[in-house]
Structures are given as C-alpha cells and as structure tokens.
C-alpha cells in the first residue's frame, strides 16, 4: 500500500469484525482464567492480549489463518515495549500469548501452527 492508499473499506469492516470476535473469546479466556490465575497475573495477560488484538486490527488481519509469525512475536513485541512502561521478556510474551492461542484451539478448534509452534519457549 502506498503512503497516500486509504485501506479499503471492505478489509476494515472485515477486520473490525475479527477484532470483535476475538474480544468475544477473550472475554471467555478471562472467565477460564480467573480459575487458575491469581487476579494480577489475570489483569496483566488480559491486557497484553486486549493490546495484542488491537494491535492485530490495526494490521487489518482479518483471519486466524493471517496471524503471522512475525506479527505474534517481533512486531507485536517491539510495538508492546515501545508503548508500555512494562517491561515483559519475548519468553513472558510468548508465554501469554501461546495461553490465549491455546484456549482458542482448545474450545474451538482454532489453530495456526506456524504460530504455536514458534510460540514454544525453546529451552536452552
């Protein structure tokens, strides 16, 4: 897209309704996990997966499938670091992130592989 593009209107409408639907299931997370997380841990990863959503939209993803490696791990981290005070590790990011992806895969049989497979923390 060039710098002087609009985005097509259709794509913003698509990927406003991907954004909603994942908010939806974020919300279902959030009831997942206030069974197993303590309510800190449970408002820091709601945030940061809210924020990481948003930022998706602003990508104007507007499929699972489109989710890219590159967007979950380096662009959406760099963006994170440079707008929150917060510092996370790319581990802690995975780490909550692969959270949310595995719920999804879990309830509804959402996967994008490339995406969890690079969302394993790999030890060293």
Do not use: C, W
């Not at 913003?12 to 303590?38: G, M, N």
């Not at 440079?82 to 999804?104: A, P, Q, V, W």
């Amino acid at each position: 897209m060039q710098i002087n593009d609009k985005p097509d209107p259709i794509q913003i409408r698509k990927a406003r309704a991907f954004h909603d639907k994942l908010v939806k299931y974020l919300r279902e997370y959030e009831d997942y996990l206030l069974h197993v997380k303590s309510d800190g841990t449970l408002v820091s990863h709601r945030d940061i997966i809210h924020e990481f959503i948003n930022y998706m939209y602003s990508e104007l993803v507007t499929d699972f499938d489109q989710i890219t490696v590159p967007i979950v791990t380096s662009k959406y981290y760099a963006y994170y670091k440079r707008e929150n005070k917060l510092e996370i590790s790319k581990d802690e990011m995975k780490h909550i992130l692969k959270g949310f992806f595995t719920f999804l895969y879990g309830k509804y049989g959402l996967i994008n592989e490339e995406v969890m497979k690079e969302l394993t923390i790999k030890e060293a």
